[in-house]
């Protein structure tokens, strides 16, 4: 659907009942997108879309990107225990490049220690690999959880490779190639559509 409008939609499952007819929604030619059917920040389903960052990654780091798209006020995103992203409301996000490793994460009310709304939970930020996290549900129906989804192969080539006295050459280089992708994902219980597309 390449610089064309597209009519997209969401039924409820086995059913032809429309529960989010979101009307034209303009998709650039080009790019790394995803399409999240969502609550917005009153509770009124929407589809919302969202630009991914595939810019490389230095070695030894992840990016993790949090993106609220639930019926919530704005949150406070805590990895262990200081605030990574403050005041992120709906349909926003937020996102950092962080050291590889494994993070306690809490989403608590935007200047409040408690309380902590969804986590903590542990969430493994990869090496060369971007972690999306999407806080989907609703506060008031205290259904607040989250989705994520994984963009691999993000991670730029080391400058050199230690070979110590191997005859193999360092001067190694790497071509990423990238095609048209499209991922889709339904989770029955909230009737929700997450999609990504690329090219």
């Known amino acids: 659907h390449e610089g064309k409008k597209v009519d997209p939609g969401v039924v409820l499952a086995g059913t032809d009942t429309v529960a989010i007819d979101a009307g034209d929604v303009p998709l650039p030619a080009s790019g790394n997108y995803s399409i999240i059917a969502n609550f917005d920040a009153e509770g009124t389903p929407t589809l919302t879309v969202f630009e991914n960052d595939t810019s490389a990654i230095d070695a030894g780091n992840g990016r993790l990107q949090v993106r609220h798209t639930a019926a919530a ?3 406070d995103v805590k990895a262990d ?3 990574a992203f403050s005041n992120l409301s709906n349909p926003n996000e937020a996102k ?3 050291p590889a490793a494994t993070y306690s994460v809490e989403v608590v009310p935007t200047g409040a220690d ?5 986590g903590p939970a542990d969430i493994a930020v990869v090496d060369g690999e ?4 999407y806080a989907v549900g609703s506060l008031d129906d205290e259904t607040l959880t989250v989705l994520t989804e994984s963009i691999t192969g993000l991670g730029a080539a ?5 070979t110590g006295n191997s005859p193999i050459d360092n001067g190694m280089s ?3 190639v990238a095609g048209m992708l499209v991922i889709a994902t339904i989770a029955v219980g909230g009737g929700l559509v997450l999609a990504r597309r690329s090219n």
């Open 158 to 162: 080391p400058d050199a490779v230690e």
């Open 73 to 75: 006020p704005a949150v």
């Open 114 to 118: 408690e309380p902590v709304v969804i």
């Open 81 to 83: 225990g200081a605030v």
């Open 130 to 133: 971007s972690l999306i996290v």
């Open 96 to 98: 950092a490049d962080l």
């Open 174 to 176: 790497m071509t990423a």
